[in-house]
């Protein structure tokens, strides 16, 4: 067995200790300036705390979804939408612009309480992801490898499915716990292999977050996590970030209409403190 490193030793964390010294900085104020103390989902919170990942059943509404859909579809057609592309798949480019249903879901009550009760403040919008992933048998690349992300020390994804996926549609799949429990040497590369990962933390600690239209999966993914590559049914996701501090500390590229914003509700509006308004 691998020697586990504790939580609070530096190389738990990709950013390392000046990481570390600036999240604590940068929660510790927004939680002065947006302080949330509703419990409201304690078993979901704790499931993140814990394991690294939570499951809502049915959470959202699927017409809802299906809109969305149709939106990602019509807006893909065009070649000028598509921000990356290759055989495995393809990303829309600006998806808070050309997809309006997004902001129904990314400041949704559901959402903004989750996350919010996660930090113990009102966090924001870092990036969004709206991803088609195709049919392909050719292996692995990129994001379909384990890794953990070096977004920030601790934030929060949540992954909408568009269609149902089983084990055959390219599940999301994290490593149960490894939120907590990082290893000597886990920094060496980047990406790993599913045979790593069960030989480090044991087969029975990879988990696939199958589920159907309405599911809702959270994540913290500075533990270890994979697209499972399709291999029967495309799937389209949405992925949406939350954060306390502008993601990996860059200069925020997402955009939003400015009328968007400002139809918001003004518990929200914090909400996209690091969005470009256009």
């Known amino acids: 067995m691998p020697a586990w490193l504790e939580k609070s030793d530096p ?7 000046p990481g570390v010294d600036a999240f604590n ?15 409201k989902y304690t078993s979901v919170i704790n499931d993140l705390k814990e394991n690294g990942f939570a499951v809502l059943r049915q959470a959202i509404n ?44 990314a400041f949704s009550d559901i959402v903004r309480d989750i996350a919010s009760e996660y930090f113990s403040c009102t966090p924001a919008l870092g990036t969004c ?21 070096p ?3 601790k934030f929060i994804k949540f992954f909408f499915y568009l269609n149902d996926v089983d084990m055959e549609g390219g599940p999301f799949s994290i ?27 044991g ?19 500075t533990a270890f996590h ?17 954060v306390v501090h502008p993601e990996d500390w860059k200069q925020p590229t997402f955009r939003i209409h400015q009328k968007d914003f400002d139809n918001l509700s003004d518990d929200k509006k914090p909400m996209a403190d690091f969005l470009i308004k256009v």
Request: charged share 30%; proline share 3%; hydrophobic share 35%.
């Open 175 to 201: 490593v149960k716990g490894s939120i907590n429990r990082k290893f000597n040497g886990w920094l060496n590369k980047y990406r790993w292999s599913e045979d790593e990962m069960k030989r480090i933390y």
């Open 129 to 149: 992801n709206f991803r088609k992933s195709f049919i392909n048998n050719s292996g692995a690349i990129k994001h379909q490898l384990f890794h953990s992300d």
């Open 62 to 105: 699927k017409e809802k979804l299906l809109n969305l859909k149709e939106e990602f579809e019509r807006v893909i057609k065009d070649e000028t939408n598509i921000k990356e592309r290759n055989e495995h798949f393809l990303v829309a480019a600006d998806p808070l612009l050309n997809c309006p249903v997004i902001l129904e879901l």
């Open 11 to 17: 190389r738990a964390y990709r950013t390392g200790a």
């Open 203 to 221: 087969s029975d600690s990879i988990i696939y977050a199958t589920g159907t239209l309405g599911d809702i999966f959270i994540a913290n993914t």
């Open 25 to 39: 900085e940068a929660i510790a104020s927004r939680r002065q300036k947006l302080p949330y103390t509703e419990q």
């Open 151 to 153: 977004n920030s020390v």
């Open 226 to 242: 994979r697209g499972v590559p399709p291999r029967n049914n495309e799937r389209i996701m949405l992925t949406l970030n939350y």
